[in-house]
């Protein structure tokens, strides 16, 4: 069956370090790979999009790698601040099925401490 | 408006009841979602419309639970019958594009609802 998996244990790193955040899948042939950001009580707020012919895409502090070999997806986060304390979700989309809606893994939190 | 409008913020049924959950999109945005997100966990797609048109509904856990969109605009999530397992914030969010896929989806910041 389909499966997105993401850390499932928060990751805890001190400011300034580069915190890595990791999406895996299996039986997806996804077209397109999307963060979004999670703050309690919140929506999830869009980061990244990446297509599936793009190996690397970056947005200030943020990079977002996507490698459809080894069916995976690391996101960083350089030079980490408290503010980027949150849920990071991964997110997936295939136009070969399901219509290209998105489908989301569980979420890692991310606590960056001071 | 500015962003994606959910309404009520916050709902608490009495087991058996029905609800309407409500959703201004952003306004000019074809697609429009909805998910479901339990305690700790991601969010799991309901139902997708495209314009009026309810494109996909595979999500929807049981028919008890219905979604329309009559104008293209606003839409609605009805739940009827509640259980205490439909306990879950839902979000909706809407997409320029004419689906999820290869743009952006703006999401609100959901309707919690608690059945007792």
């Known amino acids: 069956s389909q499966k997105i998996e993401q850390n499932s244990e928060a990751l805890n790193i001190q400011e300034g370090k580069t915190a890595t955040l990791t999406c895996n899948y299996t039986?997806?042939?996804?077209?397109?790979l999307q963060w979004y950001r999670q703050d309690p009580g919140r929506g999830p707020v869009f980061l990244l999009l990446i297509r599936e012919n793009e190996k690397e895409k970056r947005k200030e502090r943020l990079k977002v790698t996507f490698d459809t070999t080894l069916k995976q997806s690391l996101f960083h986060i350089t030079a980490s601040q408290p503010a980027d304390s949150a849920t990071y979700l991964c997110?997936?989309?295939?136009?070969?099925?399901?219509?290209?809606?998105?489908?989301f893994g569980q979420g890692t939190e991310l606590s960056v401490k001071p | 408006g500015a962003g994606v409008s959910q309404s009520p913020r916050y709902k608490v049924a009495k087991r058996g009841q029905d609800v309407a959950l409500r959703c201004d999109p952003i306004?000019?945005?074809?697609?429009l979602f909805w998910y479901q997100q339990a305690l700790g966990q991601g969010p799991e797609f309901l139902t997708y419309f495209q314009n009026e048109a309810q494109l996909d509904k595979s999500g929807l856990p049981s028919d008890r639970f219905f979604a329309e969109r009559p104008e293209g605009s606003v839409s609605t999530l009805k739940i009827q019958r509640t259980q205490q397992e439909d306990s879950a914030v839902y979000l909706c969010?809407?997409?320029?594009?004419?689906?999820?896929?290869?743009?952006?989806?703006?999401f609100g910041n959901g309707t919690r609802l608690t059945v007792t």
């Open positions: 969010a809407s997409s320029s594009s004419r689906t999820g896929a290869n743009s952006p989806l703006h």
């Open positions: 039986n997806y042939s996804p077209a397109y």
């Open positions: 997110a997936l989309a295939s136009l070969y099925n399901q219509g290209g809606k998105l489908i």
């Open positions: 306004s000019g945005h074809v697609s």
